[in-house]
């Protein structure tokens, strides 16, 4: 009997600003993705803990928590890490992008130099190359 590929279809996105929130989760949910929001980083640490999901779209500057203390105590608690973690944010500085390395993430996209296809594409490539290894 062959044995059924489970795929991996469950997005988080703690993103703030609710417009880019907003694309990103409707061009996901049209690339067959189950899709689950948060505003801030409280929320989304709740979400983090309670909800099964395979990649984390992660805003590094929330309201509450910021991004890279979200992403300290998913290190903190490996039973946090359910899946893949992408910063997702504007801030193009080496030291954040480096400090965001450090604490584990999968993959960094600069908001202002992608569209929305693109997110679904590095999604998409994110979860391929993961099933590679």
């Not at 949910?29 to 983090?48: L, N, W």
């Not at 500057?61 to 910021?66: I, R, V, Y």
């Not at 960094?108 to 998409?124: A, F, G, R, W």
């Amino acid at each position: 009997m062959e044995e059924k590929k489970v795929l991996r279809n469950n997005i988080l996105i703690i993103e703030d600003e609710h417009d880019i929130c907003e694309v990103y989760s409707e061009v996901l949910s049209m690339a067959g993705y189950k899709v689950q929001e948060a505003a801030d980083g409280e929320t989304g640490m709740q979400k983090i803990r309670d909800e099964n999901w395979d990649v984390l779209l992660l805003d590094i500057m929330l309201p509450g928590k910021d991004g890279l203390k979200i992403l300290k105590e998913i290190r903190a608690n490996p039973e946090l890490r359910k899946g893949l973690v992408v910063a997702l944010t504007n801030l193009n500085s080496e030291s954040i992008i480096k400090e965001a390395f450090d604490q584990g993430v999968d993959g960094y996209l600069i908001k202002s130099e992608i569209t929305p296809d693109n997110v679904v594409e590095e999604v998409n490539k994110i979860l391929a190359d993961k099933e590679g290894k």
